[in-house]
């Protein structure tokens, strides 16, 4: 469980932090980062990341650089693979 000071600062400023994230990610991301992607949106993304991090903090890892290797093994792999649209065929 949160300190009642962090879960009261994630209370009010949680939303605006990570707007905030999805703003500064459209800025310094990369733009080849998603090309081979169709499926997985900016926004997909950012909800893996955010919902790693919260599975990370419901499990108490305490390294966080654990949770920032992960995001970085995930766009590596999604760099370098590429997703289709199912076939309208099935």
């Given at each position: 469980?949160?300190?009642?000071?962090e879960?009261?600062?994630?209370?009010?400023?949680?939303?605006?932090?990570?707007?905030?994230?999805?703003?500064?990610?459209?800025?310094?991301?990369?733009?080849?980062?998603?090309?081979?992607?169709?499926?997985i949106?900016?926004?997909l993304?950012?909800?893996?990341?955010?919902?790693?991090?919260?599975v990370?903090?419901?499990?108490?890892?305490?390294?966080?650089?654990?949770?920032?290797?992960?995001?970085?093994?995930?766009?590596?792999?999604?760099?370098?693979?590429?997703?289709?649209?199912?076939?309208?065929?099935?």
């Amino acid at each position: 469980m949160l300190p009642v000071e962090e879960t009261t600062y994630l209370r009010l400023y949680g939303r605006e932090l990570f707007d905030d994230m999805i703003e500064n990610e459209y800025r310094s991301q990369f733009n080849a980062l998603l090309t081979n992607q169709v499926k997985i949106t900016r926004q997909l993304r950012a909800a893996v990341i955010d919902w790693l991090f919260e599975v990370g903090s419901k499990i108490n890892i305490e390294d966080k650089q654990v949770l920032f290797q992960a995001v970085s093994l995930m766009d590596r792999y999604y760099t370098t693979q590429q997703t289709s649209l199912p076939s309208k065929d099935l």
